[in-house]
């Protein structure tokens, strides 16, 4: 068990684009299908760490960035709300 929080302090002191590397490198190598099937199931879980770390970072800065919009009054400023596209 400790291992997995060692490997999760790990993967939080990432960048983004280091994490996004790492998560490239795993899926190459799933997508080979050369990984045993137990190395493929710790890659796959180190990959989902990633993802969601990467969505948490990207979500963070979202909530920092701010627009400047042009309203009747001038300009003014917004919290940056992007569009969301539905996936299905």
């Known amino acids: 068990m400790a291992e ?6 790990a993967t939080e002191e990432l960048s983004f ?13 799933l997508e080979s ?3 045993p099937l137990e ?3 710790e890659l796959f879980q180190e990959g ?9 970072k990207l979500e963070q800065v979202e909530r920092r960035i701010e627009m400047l919009v042009e ?7 917004k919290p ?5 596209e ?3």
């Open 17 to 29: 684009e280091q994490a996004m590397d790492r998560l490239e490198a795993i899926v190459a190598r």
């Open 71 to 77: 309203g009747e009054s001038g300009l003014g400023r």
């Open 86 to 88: 539905d996936i299905g």
């Open 48 to 56: 989902m760490q990633l993802s969601r770390m990467c969505g948490q």
């Open 4 to 9: 997995g929080k060692e490997n999760k302090t």
């Open 33 to 35: 299908g050369e990984v």
């Open 39 to 41: 190395a493929a199931i």
């Open 80 to 84: 940056f709300a992007p569009e969301r």
